[in-house]
Each structure stands twice: as C-alpha cells, then as structure tokens.
C-alpha cells in the first residue's frame, strides 16, 4: 500500500469521521492502487522498462491524518557522521595503529561514497562533481568508538577541475603517489628526532627501516600525530587539489547522545556532518508510508540542498541523486503524476520498495542526541 500522509493537526473531522477515513477509504483506495500497480509492474521485464512506460502513470494525492502518534510509530537515531579535521594531534580517543605500508594506486578504495554528503557539491559544475567523484584514499588507522581515521585527495577546483581527474586510473595513481609521499615525509620525521624524542617509548618500539604499521603508545599519541599533520601540510600546496583528513562513522545507528567533545578537540574540527533520522513507520504492518516535505521552515544548517530538511520530497530526492549519480530523473519524473509542487512524495521506485523511509528531524528533536 502506498500513500501521501500529511502528519498535521486538524479539527475538520470528529473521531468517528476519522476513524472512518483513514480505515475504510484510506485503506480501500491504497489497496486498489497498490494491486493495480503491481499488475503493471508484473508486466515488464525490469524497473527501467516499467518506468519508461507511457501509459503507467501513478497518480498522488494527500490525505490527512490527525492524532498520527496514534497510528505511527517514531524513533530516532544517529546512523552516521563525519568530522573533518584541521589537525590529526586533536583526535582524543585512542588510535593504537597506523597503516603507512606503500598503497597501490589500482587498488585504493573511492571516497567519494563517504564524502558526497559531506562536501559542499552545490558550489561545484557538473564538471567539478565528477571530478569529486574520483576521490580516492586511505584508512590511516582504527579510533576508539567505532571510528575511523581517513586521508583522500579530492580535486579542489569547483570549475574546470585538473584533468588527472578526469581519468580513473591517473586519479588513483595520484593519489597514491601523493599519500605515498605524505608517508615518506613523515618517517624522515620520526627518524630526524632529537635524541630526547627517540626516547619516546612508541619509537623505542619502532623499526624506522621498514614502517608497515606503526604502534602508537597513548603518552605519544598527540605527539606522533602532530608530525603526521606537519607532513600533510607541507605536501597540501597544490592549488588545483587538497588532502582532506576525516574520521567517519556509519552504520551504528545510535540512540544514546554522541558527544563529540570527549572524541576531538573542537580546535582540531573544520566541519561536521551528522546523519541523523527519524524513521516513521506505520503501526498497522499493512501499511507502507511515503511522506513528503510538509513544512519547508525546518531548514537545518548544511551544505547541500534537499539534505538537512525535515524531509527530502520527490523533487529534492531526484535532483540530488540524478546530479550525484549521473541519472536523468525525467523518467522517474514522467511517471509520478503529483499534482502539486507542495506535495512532494518521496517515492524511490529507482531504489525499490520500503517499508519506512528516514528523514531529518528537527533541530529540537536533534539537539538531544548532539552533545
């Protein structure tokens, strides 16, 4: 069953009336709609096909639902976040290891996945994002608390990007050449030390001939890792890219307050991005809910449009992933039939059928989980 849920506060209707609407026509309309489309959808081979169909057109309408605590279900979490930093010395909580053995350029993994949301891509052409999607990179090292500790290389130019960038393979290569470097600088470092810092017990316990991973002692931690960041800033003077050093942590769905204070110094922090949700989901199982954006005031504060609102509509949705991935939304768009610019269903045929969607939540209803 699929519908447009309005979650406001009306008098229009007695409870019986309610009561009536939301069981009987609600429900009955859903449940023809939703075995109509199907048999439309059963006709085609694949999704692309059915969406390419001219005669398929799925019409929206808005209904209403007062009381909806009565009828949903809402819970909030925090899935993921990244914090970039100015200065690798500000990490408080523990790394115990760093990777530094030499990366191969075909074998570094993308950033790009971890940093689309985080970047500020509405500042950048068409060319400029595609470049970005070739940010490439390295796990420096494992933090306490589930994070992890990253170094990319991302094109810096948000017009007429370098062409390295154009290239796959030659963005890789570059980047591993420049973390590489980054490397070799900062072993020099260490082995450079006056006689008083080789004492330390991290270096004591390092072989500085052939530094795969080296073992950092919790006294040194700061220490080592201010040479790491003095080795990055010398090496980050290219105008046309920039060595970006962030941790990240997803998938955790947290409902306990993140206190980001005891993780980093805020001195150490250029920005933060938080991934933060409300699911909704109906307490009847039968019921599938597609919400759209209602009140467009609930506007947090972010870089990238459509993300950091209440809700991301059908309209926002599309235009971000179309620009992200590369899609043309006109398909998708030439079969939703909405009637309105403020009834923005978030229906994501493209990425198959869920059960509840998350979005956003308020500022108010965040700050809780923010410490």
């Not at 290569?173 to 260490?190: T, Y």
């Not at 270096?203 to 073992?215: G, S």
């Not at 150490?268 to 933060?276: E, F, K, L, M, Q």
């Not at 590369?326 to 493209?350: E, G, V, W």
């Amino acid at each position: 069953m699929a519908g447009v849920i309005d979650l406001t506060d009306h008098d229009d209707y007695t409870p019986e009336e309610l009561d009536f609407l939301y069981q009987d026509v609600f429900f009955g309309a859903d449940q023809e709609n939703t075995n109509n489309l199907l048999e439309a959808y059963y006709k085609h081979n694949n999704i692309e096909h059915f969406l390419r169909d001219e005669k398929v057109k799925i019409p929206m309408f808005p209904t209403t639902v007062c009381r909806a605590k009565d009828y949903l279900n809402f819970t909030y979490d925090i899935d993921g976040v990244v914090i970039e930093l100015t200065d690798t010395a500000a990490v408080k909580s523990r790394i115990h290891y760093m990777f530094l053995g030499k990366l191969d350029g075909p074998k570094l993994p993308t950033h790009w996945n971890i940093l689309k949301k985080h970047l500020p891509i509405h500042q950048y052409s068409e060319a400029g994002i595609s470049a970005l999607h070739k940010t490439y990179g390295h796990t420096l090292g494992f933090v306490d608390g589930g994070y992890m500790l990253h170094l990319s290389v991302a094109s810096s130019l948000a017009t007429n990007p370098h062409p390295i960038f154009q290239s796959e393979p030659a963005a890789r290569a570059n980047a591993a050449q420049i973390i590489n470097s980054v490397f070799a600088l900062f072993v020099s470092k260490l082995k450079n030390l006056g006689p008083e810092d080789l004492q330390r017990p991290t270096l004591q316990h390092t072989n500085f001939n052939d530094i795969k991973k080296i073992f950092i002692l919790e006294q040194d931690q700061s220490f080592v890792l201010g040479l790491l960041m003095q080795a990055i800033k010398q090496l980050n003077t290219d105008p046309t890219q920039t060595l970006l050093v962030f941790m990240t942590r997803f998938g955790q769905k947290c409902e306990t307050p993140l206190s980001i204070a005891s993780i980093v110094n805020r001195r150490g922090i250029r920005s933060i991005t938080c991934h933060a949700a409300c699911s909704i989901k109906a307490k009847d199982p039968r019921v599938d809910l597609y919400c759209h954006l209602y009140d467009r005031e609930y506007t947090l504060l972010g870089f990238s449009g459509g993300i950091g609102r209440s809700a991301s509509g059908a309209s926002e949705t599309l235009n971000r992933e179309s620009s992200l991935l590369k899609l043309n939304p006109q398909i998708l768009l030439n079969t939703l039939m909405i009637p309105d610019d403020s009834i923005n269903a978030a229906l994501l045929l493209c990425h198959g059928w869920r059960s509840h969607f998350n979005c956003n939540p308020r500022p108010e209803d965040t700050a809780k989980y923010l410490r």
